[in-house]
Nanobody, 126 residues
Framework: QVQLVESGGGLVQAGGSLRLACTASGRSFSSYTMGWFRQAPGMEREIVAANKWNGDRTYYADSVKGRFAISRDNTQNRVYLQLDSLKPEDTAVYYC???????????????????WGQGTQVTVSS
């Protein structure tokens, strides 16, 4: 069992930055593929970024490439999402999710992720 808690959301002006953190409790964090999803009002939840458990694959949605960066610290059981050059359309609830252990994917569907955090709100004003 893995419990996930996100932090770091908030209100920021367009062009600004935020750093989201997700802290995991439970065993074997390093064996989980970690993902960040987001859900805007009236929209379906979508994958934003993901990092494979062994670090040899990282995925970014086209809409965030070059602006967002995912990283993880297995010693702290944390995964981060750095959000730069934020746009109003990035406004959403951001969720951390874990798939595994030792799960590999190239599709990053919601159904592939077993554990979810409660979400943190990111609001970007124009």
């Amino acid at each position: 069992q893995v419990q996930l808690v996100e932090s770091g959301g908030g209100l920021v002006q367009a062009g600004g930055s935020l750093r989201l953190a997700c802290t995991a409790s439970g065993r074997s964090f390093s064996s989980y593929t970690m993902g960040w999803f987001r859900q805007a009002p009236g929209m379906e939840r979508e994958i934003v970024a993901a990092n494979k458990w062994n670090g040899d694959r990282t995925y970014y949605a086209d809409s965030v490439k070059g602006r967002f960066a995912i990283s993880r610290d297995n010693t702290q059981n944390r995964v981060y999402l750095q959000l730069d050059s934020l746009k109003p359309e990035d406004t959403a609830v951001y969720y951390c999710a874990a798939a595994g252990p030792y799960y590999s994917t190239t599709t990053y569907r919601e159904s592939e992720f077993d554990y979810w955090g409660q979400g943190t709100q990111v609001t970007v004003s124009s």
